[in-house]
């Protein structure tokens, strides 16, 4: 069974930076898309950011200029580089891709299990 397994959250200031990431737990055959959503307090879940095989990248209005998405295709790794951070960005951060794992023939869409973001003012 394949994981996502995210790290780097945690607690910083306003104005400062923080970097996550996410490796799949085992072996990948191939990647589809990769990307981060996240979830604040009362909140439903929104995109983040998004990233293609191709390397083509999407990203939320509000995050623009501030975050960058990037992934290893070796490490089966994607990354979610953020800026500028403010304090409407706390929330729990979720790794999703879809990928097809060693042995199958079918692409599957994983979650991670998030990682708390608190930037405070």
């Known amino acids: 069974q394949v994981q996502l397994v995210e790290s780097g959250g945690g607690l910083v200031q306003a104005g400062g930076f923080l970097n996550l990431s996410c490796a799949a737990s085992?072996?990948?055959?191939?990647?589809?898309?990769m990307g981060w959503y996240r979830q604040g307090p009362g909140k439903q879940r929104e995109l983040v950011a998004t990233?293609?095989?191709?390397?083509?990248?999407n990203y939320a209005e509000s995050v623009k200029g501030r975050f960058t998405i990037s992934r290893d295709n070796a490490k089966n790794t994607v990354y979610l580089q953020m800026n500028s951070l403010k304090p409407e960005d706390t929330a729990v951060y979720y790794c999703?891709?879809?990928?097809?794992?060693?042995?199958?023939?079918?692409?599957?869409?994983?979650w991670g299990q998030g990682t708390q973001v608190t930037v405070s003012s």
């Open positions: 999703n891709a879809a990928l097809r794992p060693s042995g199958s023939y079918y692409y599957t869409e994983y």
């Open positions: 085992r072996s990948i055959f191939s990647i589809n898309y």
């Open positions: 990233i293609s095989s191709g390397g083509s990248t």
